[in-house]
């Protein structure tokens, strides 16, 4: 993450002590990491820019609260460090469509919480059924046929009929998940039981989601689901591109951003 945190706190000590707290110490271990032992995958670095940033772009006041507490109940820098990366494998990871296995459930640095589960812990998960092909349908038909970001025509709609030529790019459409859910099938395992209650606790506590929206078929439900291109797809699916919303925006309006400007350079201006 090669941002640099704010420097100035953005939350005010007064009315946001909690969170000024947590961003502080998210500063002071960004301005020490060349001294800070590494501990975890991630860097000393990266780990301090990663709990800063959730702090920032935490989509709703009370799960960017409930994060700061966790931030300020680290004991240490490697407590610290261990967070950061349990919500790398956890939360974000459940963002990416390859995937790898699925990572050891770990303690929490700090003390109990959503990944201390025991199985009265754990929502009733629901094995996902093979329906990816019909919410790719109706998200074609609700998209028009089309990529939502590049506007090109899909090319088997066009082949069947199911959408006029209007000279258009064509190109071979994917369904693609916004929460790319890989852990409501083959929950047999514990490791995959207890790994997937700690998403889902996650999710509830840092998002405020209600679970029920993702859970089994759910999972499938046109919310979730884009219509892209196959080159939009992998990238949107590696955290390459995104969609984000900025201060001020109307409502369900998103910006498109790339880690390289190259990715869109070819996306229509206000296709976002």
Known sequence: MPTPLPRLNPF?????PLSHRAYHRCLDLEDRHTSVKMSGKLTVLICARFLGFMLVEAPVDAGREDFA?????CTDDEALQALANLYKNHLIRCFLHNKGRTPIPTLHPSGPSSD?????????????PTNHSEAKQQALIRDRHRCILTGRIDSASLEAGHVVDDASDLTVTR????FNWPTNGGLEADNKRHYAASVLAMLSRFGKVDINELNGASI???????????????????????????PGDPVDYYRLGATI???????????S
């Open 69 to 73: 507490s966790e931030v300020v109940r």
């Open 12 to 16: 005010e000590s007064t009315h946001l």
């Open 116 to 128: 201390a589960t025991t199985d009265e812990d754990i929502p009733p998960l629901r094995a996902t």
């Open 175 to 178: 369904a693609s998940h916004i």
């Open 220 to 246: 499938h439900r046109l919310q979730n689901v884009l219509t892209l291109d196959s080159n939009m797809h992998e990238w949107f699916g590696q955290l390459d591109i995104w969609l984000e919303r900025r």
């Open 261 to 271: 400007p190259n990715f869109i350079r070819r996306v229509p201006a206000g296709s």
